[in-house]
């Protein structure tokens, strides 16, 4: 708990929360703006809006989760390389492993607490839209709960690669790549996208667009909580070779 | 005397090269000991393996008789400081800030991260962002961070670096001042001779990663004994007659008498005389500590 102080502290004057949220907010403008847009042309999304729009925090979620924790992993470790700490740190007691862990935690409850923040947008918005039908609290738990464990394994990765490197633009490369397919990979079939970490997102939709009677509507997808129970396991043992990895590195 | 830090046979491989090789250094409590070699000779890969930051490929290192292991680490490295290669800061953060991650990270009161930044005059300045101090300002904030917690054992790797005269001399009196009013035993590199002249009360001198030289400054100085040094006519005749001095040749044609007293010196040249052998010149030669270091780490290395 005292070196995920410290990490808070150090981010002192970086804005790195701001920085966040304002990309999560981004992600909200559009998601906010398309329902509102699809309300307006009636059809399916006017019917079930609720469902529309937990698909398309998905379907956009694939999109901007990838970068931004590329951004806050990046912000975060590089404290670390522009002042040479590494050894300062070390000799003052700090272990290696307790500042990957510390640093890991920092990025995951920024974003957690930015995406709360988000999930509350979404679901004001729904009753001042006056969405018909009971708020789906359980779905919009599911959808936050499992965008927290797809988060786990690209944060590992992106930790990983902002830890290992100095120079950041190779960890931002990567998450602008996992953007293209988290975002991309709804196009994929699923045996193709499944393979990578960042195609996920969409197994949140809980919700698919099916042809019944020559109409278009929404029909309910349970989660796939294995799935994403894998991601998490995948996403933890990535963050334990990351830690391993950096713990031995000589300074 | 306990020793405050003790090596045995250490060594560092890279890439199938000896960084450092078989180093025994022997630093007594309360001494500070100047760590000299020229540049690349590893003085830094010594300081970090004996800080833990490398881990050796051979032999040990005793912090205050405790082995250096993965699992002791962190609680030796309480007893110590340390400024390795460059300070280290955060930029965005000031002085005081920077100051107060140390105080956290080592749990200390604020009295000592005040009178860290006092004794190395930075208090005036520790509202200020560190990415606009100037690079002698980083440096002494590294050292009172290094300072911080009042330490038994202080390791600074080339700590005068980008300091201007005025604050190198700051510093020296500073680093001279630590054994007797703290009880620290301080270990600084360097690859300036007269900078360690001026603060060491012992040295080590390392060259290609191999320890030439281990002392107190006192021996180091014994080394600059001198010589007589003679221009005669017929070197090789004179050198024949005095074979008994053991005279020796040098590059510029003269001859070299090492050891030798002023009634020795008298009868050499009463000698020389005697046998028609003019002598123009009789000259006392003393090496200088440079000339020394040079001797010992080879002429060739760069200092």
Not at chain 1, 236 to 241: E, V
Not at chain 2, 84 to 108: C, F, V
Request: glycine share 8%; aromatic share 10%; charged share 20%.
């Amino acid at each position: 708990m005292q070196y995920l102080g410290l990490e808070f502290y150090k981010l002192k004057r970086r804005h790195v929360f701001l920085t966040v949220l304002a990309l999560f907010l981004a992600e909200t403008f559009f998601i906010l703006y398309s329902a509102y847009r699809s309300a307006a042309r009636g059809g399916t999304a006017a019917d079930l809006p609720w469902e529309n729009l937990l698909m398309q925090i998905a379907l956009l979620n694939g999109l901007f989760c990838p970068f931004t924790l590329a951004v806050a992993a990046s912000r975060v470790c590089d404290v670390e390389h522009k002042g040479d700490t590494w050894k300062l740190l070390s000799c003052c007691s700090e272990r290696m492993s307790s500042l990957y862990s510390a640093k890991f935690a920092c990025c995951m409850i920024l974003t957690a607490a930015a995406q709360a923040i988000q999930y509350f947008l979404y679901a004001g918005y729904g009753f001042a839209a006056k969405y018909p039908g009971a708020f789906p609290a359980e779905k919009f738990l599911a959808s936050y709960a499992g965008t927290m464990l797809i988060n786990v394994g690209v944060l590992a990765v992106q930790e990983f690669f902002s830890m290992a490197v100095a120079n950041q633009s190779a960890a931002l490369v990567a998450g602008l790549f996992g953007s293209f397919l988290g975002f991309a990979g709804a196009l994929f079939p699923d045996s193709v996208r499944r393979i990578f970490i960042w195609g996920y997102y969409t197994e949140l939709a809980q919700a698919r667009t099916v042809e019944i009677n020559g109409k278009w509507t929404l029909a309910p997808v349970a989660v796939n909580w294995e799935f994403l129970a894998g991601v998490f396991i995948a996403g933890l043992l990535i963050y334990g070779i990351g830690k391993h990895r950096f713990a031995q590195k000589e300074l | 005397m306990e020793k405050a830090i003790a090596t045995k046979g250490l060594s560092k491989e890279y890439s199938g090269v000896f960084r450092v090789k078989d180093l025994d250094l022997q630093i007594r409590q309360g001494e500070v000991y100047g760590f000299l070699g020229p540049n690349g000779a590893g003085k830094s890969t010594t300081m970090k393996m004996i800080l833990g930051l490398v881990r050796p490929t051979r032999g040990s290192v005793e912090l205050f008789g405790q082995r250096l292991t993965e699992k002791s680490r962190i609680d030796i490295l309480r007893q110590t400081g340390s400024l390795i290669e460059s300070p280290a800061y955060y930029g965005h953060l000031t002085g005081m800030e920077n100051m107060r991650i140390i105080q956290k990270l080592m749990d200390l009161p604020e009295k000592n991260i005040r009178k860290a930044l006092s004794i190395v005059r930075l208090d005036n300045q520790r509202n200020k962002k560190v990415k606009y101090y100037s690079l002698g300002m980083k440096q002494r904030l590294g050292i009172a961070m290094a300072l911080a917690r009042f330490p038994k054992l202080l390791v600074l790797d080339e700590p005068t670096n980008g300091l201007d005269p005025a604050g190198i001399e700051e510093i020296r009196e500073l680093i001279c001042s630590l054994p007797a009013q703290y009880g620290m035993t301080v270990m600084i590199s360097s690859h300036i001779l007269s900078e360690i002249d001026r603060m060491a009360t012992a040295a080590g001198i390392i060259n290609k990663g191999e320890l030439v030289f281990q002392g107190s400054m006192e021996e180091l100085r014994a080394k600059s004994s001198h010589s007589i040094v003679m221009r005669v006519r017929s070197r090789e005749k004179a050198a024949g007659l005095l074979s008994d001095y053991s005279p020796k040749m040098t590059p510029e044609g003269e001859l070299a008498f090492e050891h030798v007293s002023d009634d020795a010196v008298a009868r050499i040249n009463s000698r020389l005389v005697e046998n028609g052998i003019p002598v123009f010149r009789i000259e006392e030669r003393r090496k200088s500590l440079e000339e020394i270091f040079l001797d010992l780490t080879g002429k060739a290395a760069a200092l």
